[in-house]
T-cell receptor
Framework: GESVGLHLPTLSVQEGDNSIINCAYS??????FIWYKQESGKGPQFIID?????DKRQGQRVTVLLNKTVKHLSLQIAATQPGDSAVYFC????????????FGQGTELSVKP | NAGVTQTPKFQVLKTGQSMTLQCAQD?????MYWYRQDPGMGLRLIYY???????DKGEVPNGYNVSRLNKREFSLRLESAAPSQTSVYFC????????????FGSGTRLTVV
């Protein structure tokens, strides 16, 4: 069935280092991918998105890379800060399915000061 | 600008009781969604409404019903609550039946005892 999964359930980094969170997806028909940040007790918060016709997209301190050949998505956070500590989810949306999101399990990022 | 508002924020039910979770958005979005999130997992789609007047099942619809009351409001009903429905419930909305502009509410934490 359709699924989106993450390679690492937890990631611990030192403040100031770069973080890389990975995600594998299985639905080749997905045309849009989103990374969400979820802090404890809150709803998912949009970080960055990428369409399937792109390989890379940059935001403020974040970069998303998409490798369609191996169905892999990654989120890079530059100069990680304590405020980046949260659970990060990737999500995919299959083409023409009413905007449904399929979420991965999530990776918990812990930033050590 | 409130975005997506969910009520209540917390609820405890006894097995067999019924209740309705309320969701309203003020962004004039066409599509609305209900997800549940269990510990250590990503969000799973329960039901969605691509546009006013339509509803469709998601990944885990059993035990739930929904009503798209108008463009702003989308409610989720548990007719006979079961302990397996203990979860955090998130409502979301987006524009034009796509994932663009997806916005989540802050969640309802439901415990069924």
């Amino acid at each position: 069935g359709e699924s989106v999964g993450l390679h690492l359930p937890t990631l611990s980094v030192q403040e100031g280092d770069n973080s890389i969170i990975n995600c594998a997806y299985s639905n080749s028909a997905s045309d849009y991918f989103i990374w969400y940040k979820q802090e404890s007790g809150k709803g998912p918060q949009f970080i960055i998105d990428i369409r399937s016709n792109m390989d890379k997209r940059q935001g403020q301190r974040v970069t998303v890379l998409l490798n369609k050949t191996v169905k892999h998505l990654s989120l890079q956070i530059a100069a990680t800060q304590p405020g980046d500590s949260a659970v990060y989810f990737c999500a995919e949306t299959p083409y023409n399915q009413g905007g449904k999101l399929i979420f991965g399990q999530g990776t918990e990022l812990s930033v050590k000061p | 600008n409130a975005g997506v508002t969910q009520t209540p924020k917390f609820q405890v039910l006894k097995t067999g009781q019924s209740m309705t979770l309320q969701c309203a958005q003020d962004m004039n979005h066409n599509s609305m969604y209900w997800y549940r999130q269990d510990p250590g997992m990503g969000l799973r789609l329960i039901y969605y409404s691509a546009s006013e007047g339509t509803t469709d099942k998601g990944e885990v619809p059993n035990g739930y019903n929904v009503s798209r009351l108008n463009k702003r409001e989308f409610s989720l009903r548990l007719e006979s609550a079961a302990p397996s429905q203990t979860s955090v419930y998130f409502c979301a909305s987006s524009d034009l039946g796509t994932a663009y502009g997806y916005t989540f509410g802050s969640g309802t934490r439901l415990t069924v005892v």
